[in-house]
T-cell receptor, first 111, second 113 residues
């Protein structure tokens, strides 16, 4: 079983839709949860970062962590064609040597 | 803003050549990482370094080596390039070894013929 599971998609939505992207994980020790956005042929860029459980909002983006269910989500409101990218979740803990990544969900927002 | 730069965006090399990929970060981060990214396989950790002259193997170190002579610079070396090393190579840095966040460079697309 992988440490982090993420549906690869692709996910295709119309412009203006609310998008929900999700990851599940198996290691209850994870404390830090990140979402990255990666455009085609570019490096991942950090989108959102949360520590432990709860919600965090930044403009049209909301990150949610449910540690009891080992489940994290990224919501995108009023999605735009410029949001079309692959979204990677990542997680770690302070004592860990490395970060654990999901395989990425490809999102296509149609005009 | 954290900036991670990589020496080349695209590289074409021949089988058997020695290849150097360089990465520089400007945020005084202790930790630096090299990944490769392949369709369907996601990000795979090759090597990481948590201090100057220190290195640790990641999940797929075979065929690679690394060098960290200065804190801001982390090099990935392919001793004898092979076609199965054709990939997107991503460098990242972080302040904490496993905490907070990693920041990525733009990536180097390497084609080995």
């Amino acid at each position: 079983q992988k440490e982090v599971e993420q549906d690869p998609g692709p996910l295709s939505v119309p412009e203006g839709a609310i998008v929900s992207l999700n990851c599940t994980y198996s290691n209850s020790a994870f404390q830090y949860f990140m979402w990255y956005r990666q455009y085609s042929r570019k490096g991942p860029e950090l989108l959102m970062y949360t520590y432990s459980s709860g919600n965090k909002e930044d403009g049209r983006f909301t990150a949610q962590v449910d540690k009891s269910s080992k489940y994290i989500s990224l919501f995108i409101r009023d999605s735009q064609p410029s949001d079309s990218a692959t979204y990677l979740c990542a997680m770690s803990a302070i004592d860990f040597n490395k970060f654990y990544f999901g395989s990425g969900t490809k999102l296509n927002v149609k005009p | 803003d954290v900036k991670v730069t990589q020496s080349s965006r695209y590289l074409v090399k021949r089988t058997g050549e020695k290849v150097f990929l360089e990465c520089v970060q400007d945020m005084d981060h202790e930790n630096m990482f090299w990944y490769r990214q392949d369709p369907g396989l996601g990000l795979r950790l090759i090597y990481f370094s948590y201090d100057v002259k220190m290195k640790e193997k990641g999940d797929i170190p075979e065929g690679y080596s690394v060098s960290r002579e200065k804190k801001e610079r982390f090099s990935l070396i392919l001793e004898s390039a092979s076609t199965n090393q054709t990939s997107m190579y991503l460098c990242a840095s972080s302040l904490e070894r496993g905490g907070e966040t990693q920041y990525f460079g733009p990536g180097t697309r390497l084609l080995v013929l």
